[in-house]
């Protein structure tokens, strides 16, 4: 989930990576998601000093979840998400619990459960009454409940599984001491069970220690006696887009590259997960299809003997490598064995400041390194032990990290990262350290140029100015790829049948105006300083035209006469002479060159030559 605490949350499935740093899946389940959504008559009510455009609640929650589904889609079709509407007047759940309606099954997101949630949308509070009701009577054990049993029905491999619960009102049970207890206990069997809640509360007022503060606390056996206090809370959202912020950090599962030892010491060991801090987004790869049924097709690749027509196992398959002008056969497994120096796992080699890393040590994106206490019991409070001590002497720690089986050694500089939260308590950076490959000695490569032209003093004092003033915080995320988001435009109107499609704003694209306003006397004293009076900006290059002496050189034709044909035939360069100088040659010799051919007249000159 979103929030990294040390408690033995966070990862999802399973993340390969290849040795240029990018990602490939491997298949470690599907995530599921239950979108919770309360309908008592408070979640159509809007606040009053709400201002006028703002949605009540219930909307909100609903356009929380189709934003979430259109996402899905693009970026993880696999998962299953479900809907599930409790304090409804309408009973529709697999165990029969009244006021609770299971609105969409847990399964892939698509264009028909999208649209599912666009009418929903659309309804209004008279016609959604007539639908599905509205009531207060539910018991938040028994749509836990019916959650749970909406996971069990699940034939899929499941990696992950979360309720998203949505609701305004902080004290459901506020007269029933018995229910407050059942839905606490169900809290705890939960967790248990590997589901994590998670509490989207909304409306400003929203007191979350009435009631849900004890649904989410962690295990009563947690050796601090106060542990409860330890929890940082989310304040509630009021607003859509705080909800959406929320949703976002909430719905994103972590998957991990690979689960390693982490070697502090001879016997002293944790267990940590390696997580892909970025990764290349491509657009999806073409399906083909059956046409008359419209059927994904599945094909197979075999290889065949060519002169026998015997069918090829892998084991059939063998590598070499020339040496000694032999070829030295080895098997897959052979070949395998050549990488593999160590075993997967983490060492820790010492310690460097923080301030001796460079920018340019960079050589493929970085890893998240964060404990796996599921693995090895006591891993959170080492690592968190670790995470203290280089945080307050500004130390990063040298490993050597190979990732999984198969993977190439890494050294890596683990820089430690401090948790950030924003003002509304909800958690922006992780606590933990990012894995810095450092590049080896051969991959450093020294650059000779020639007639340098050093600036002065002044220019540089000018482009200080310039990119200090331009300078910004840069986030991946805040820049979408223009050609992809129109390839999903696209796709999107095709399968929800619209008509218009939304624009795409470039923002990788300079926008000239602010930096003009920002830094507009600054770049013109740069110019100044740096480029002739005459230059231009906004004028297109134009080629430079070549030298009078290398175009001198080109026009420079040799003498046929100064030129040897029989010594280059000799030496096999007959290819390279002019159809003229061979015909020329050819002709003194009384050999007839008319109608010929490059090809020809040079085989006439071989044969002259003896070759």
């Known amino acids: 989930m979103d929030e990294w605490k040390f408690d033995g ?20 389940g599907r995530t599921a998601s239950i979108f919770l959504i309360d309908t008592a008559k408070e979640m159509f009510e809007a606040p009053s000093d709400a201002p006028e455009d703002e949605e009540p609640p219930f909307k909100r929650a609903v356009r929380a979840a189709h934003a979430t589904l259109m996402r899905k889609v693009v970026s993880s079709d696999h998962d299953l998400s479900a809907v599930v509407l409790f304090n409804t007047k309408e009973t529709k759940n697999p165990i029969d619990f009244a006021h609770v309606y299971v609105l969409q099954e847990l399964e892939r997101p698509g264009a028909e459960k999208i649209l599912m949630l666009e009418k929903l949308l659309e309804m209004d509070d008279n016609k959604f009454n007539k639908t599905y009701g509205h009531s207060s009577d539910a018991s938040l054990q028994d749509a836990l409940r019916v959650c749970q049993s909406v996971f069990s029905k699940c034939t899929s491999r499941l990696a992950g599984q979360s309720i998203l619960l949505f609701t305004c009102r902080d004290n459901p049970h506020a007269a029933d001491d018995q229910k407050q207890r059942q839905a606490r206990q169900k809290a705890k069997d939960l967790k248990e069970a590997g589901i994590v809640l998670e509490i989207l509360h909304m409306g400003k007022t929203f007191d979350v220690n009435k009631f849900y503060k004890d649904l989410i606390i962690p295990d009563e056996d947690e050796d601090d006696e106060d542990s409860q206090e330890k929890i940082t809370l ?29 070697t502090l010491a001879p016997g002293v060991e944790m267990s940590v997960g390696v997580y892909t801090a970025v990764r290349k987004m491509t657009k999806p790869y073409k399906m083909k299809l059956w046409k008359s049924t419209n059927e994904e097709l599945r094909y197979m690749k075999k290889e065949f003997l060519e002169d026998t027509g015997e069918l ?51 050589v493929k994106p970085a890893n998240f390194i964060y404990p796996d206490e599921k693995s090895v019991k006591g891993s959170n409070k080492m690592f968190a032990a670790l995470l203290d001590r280089c ?68 220019q540089v004092d000018a482009a200080k100015a310039v990119i200090k003033k331009l300078h910004f915080k840069y986030a991946p995320e805040n820049f979408d790829d223009p050609v992809l988001q129109t390839h999903w435009r696209n796709i999107e109107a095709l399968a929800l049948n619209r ?33 002739p009076n005459s230059y231009d900006p906004s004028h297109p290059v134009k080629k430079q035209p070549a030298t009078s002496s290398a175009a001198a050189a080109k026009k420079v ?32 010799r009384g050999v007839k060159v008319s109608g010929k051919k490059k090809a020809q007249l040079v085989q006439d000159v071989l044969d002259e030559v003896g070759q």
């Open 499 to 531: 008509l218009h499609l939304e624009p795409v704003t470039d923002y990788t694209l300079p926008n000239n105006e602010l930096i003009s306003k920002k830094a507009g006397t600054l770049l013109k004293t740069f110019q100044d300083l740096v480029y």
């Open 9 to 28: 949350t966070g990862d999802e499935g399973e993340e390969g990576e290849d040795e240029n740093g990018e990602s490939s899946w491997d298949f470690g």
């Open 312 to 362: 090829l196992m892998p084991s059939d398959y063998v590598k070499y490598q020339v040496y000694g002008g032999k070829s030295i056969k080895f098997t897959l497994d052979e070949a395998r064995s050549i990488n593999k120096v160590y075993d997967p796992g983490m060492k820790l080699l010492g310690f460097k400041p923080i301030s001796s890393l460079k920018p340019y040590y960079h």
């Open 557 to 588: 034709k040799p003498d046929p006469a100064s030129i040897d044909v029989e010594t280059m035939a000799k030496a096999g360069k007959a290819d390279k002479l002019t159809v003229d100088i061979l015909k020329g040659w050819l002709q003194e």
């Open 234 to 262: 989310a304040d509630p959202t009021s607003r859509f887009e705080e909800l959406m912020e929320r949703m976002r950090r909430l719905d994103h599962k972590q998957r991990t590259t690979g689960r390693v030892m982490f």
């Open 391 to 458: 945080l307050a002497r500004k130390m990063a720690a040298i490993v050597r990290l190979i990732a999984r089986q198969g993977s190439s050694v890494s050294y890596a500089a683990l820089i430690p990262q401090q948790e950030e939260l924003d003002d509304k308590n909800s958690q922006i950076t992780p606590p933990g350290f990012i894995a810095c490959h450092l590049p080896f000695a051969d991959d450093f490569r020294k650059i000779q140029l020639k007639n340098l032209v050093r600036a002065t003093t002044d």
